[in-house]
């Protein structure tokens, strides 16, 4: 790998491991575990969509010779298409930063939802002409995704399969109707105390997340009925009250692990599970490692 000085900062040429999925659609993947920055670039024509992921750190993509930025922090997603021109990726990615990018062509996406087309915004018939940029957030049941992608340790001779069918999931994700409630299709979410409610629903959970309420003291706490906390929560973060949970905790374990200041067993107390074995069980089924292989892959 060659290295050169820029401003007198260390950075460093690096390529990205590319997974083809089918004709026109890829998965792009890379982790920085380096002291220096580092350049990837890869060129990409004006008819694919990119949709980028970072887990951890941060990076820059740069256009026109550098003279127009996009940031991407960590536990966001951003976004690109544009029509009109090519827009290449030139990568400026931090030290110890994790990135997953899925690229594809519109060809096959306008295929994925030909039948609801009007439902994302950039493929409705004013807009599939227009260049479009978005960032959002990295939701829990995204993350799991990503980190199965980004710290994938099975066979390779599955791999193409494997990546094929995390890939759509997490396009699945990315476009879930709930994770981005629309106030004009869910009429429920129009009464705007209901909405603070649940989300304080969720502030509940996630603060009690070792020994949470159940479901009838949630719904006491916050002056719901239950009825209203199950349909509600479900609409607003697209999962049940415990599913969503699990998934919190299973991506806060995970960053408690990779700090390294934690055993399994400690972590596994952080999170709500009394035994290392309730732990380890719940932690498989979630990532399909165990904590142990996963600080092994992870270092």
């Not at 609801?116 to 990295?138: E, H, P, S, W």
């Not at 607003?236 to 700090?259: H, N, Q, T």
């Not at 732990?279 to 990532?287: E, G, L, S």
Request: aromatic share 12%; proline share 3%; hydrophobic share 35%.
């Amino acid at each position: 790998m060659d290295l050169e000085k820029n401003n007198s900062e260390s950075i460093a040429i690096s390529t990205f491991e590319e997974t083809r999925i089918e004709d026109g659609f890829f998965v792009l993947t890379h982790k920085n575990e380096n002291d220096s920055v580092e350049i990837l670039e890869r060129e990409i024509d004006s008819s694919y969509i990119q949709f980028h992921f970072c887990t951890k750190g941060k990076a820059a993509f740069k256009f026109n010779q550098g003279n127009y930025t996009l940031n991407i922090d960590e536990e966001t997603s951003l976004l690109l298409y544009n029509p009109e021109r090519d827009l290449p990726i030139h990568l400026e990615i931090q030290p110890h930063s994790w990135l997953v990018s899925l690229v594809i062509s519109i060809k096959k996406f306008h295929g994925l939802f030909s039948e609801d087309a009007n439902y994302v915004t950039f493929l409705t018939d004013d807009n599939r002409d227009k260049k479009y940029y978005k960032d959002g957030k990295i939701s829990p049941s995204m993350a799991v995704v990503l980190n199965q992608l980004i710290s994938f340790n099975l066979n390779n001779s599955i791999k193409p399969l494997y990546f094929k069918g995390k890939a759509y999931e997490l396009l699945s994700l990315f476009f879930n109707r709930s994770e981005d409630a629309d106030i004009e299709q869910c009429p429920f979410l129009v009464d705007e105390v209901n909405v603070a409610k649940l989300k304080k629903a969720k502030d509940i959970m996630i603060a009690n997340m070792a020994e949470p309420p159940s479901l009838q003291e949630l719904a006491d706490e916050i002056d719901l009925s239950l009825k209203k906390l199950k349909e509600g929560f479900k609409q607003i973060y697209g999962d049940s009250v415990f599913s969503f949970l699990f998934d919190y905790k299973m991506e806060v374990a995970r960053k408690l692990l990779e700090s390294g200041d934690y055993n399994v067993n400690e972590v596994g107390l952080r999170v709500g599970y009394s035994t290392g074995s309730h732990f380890i069980a719940a932690f498989k089924k979630k990532f399909g490692t165990t904590p142990k292989k996963y600080i092994q892959a992870s270092s």
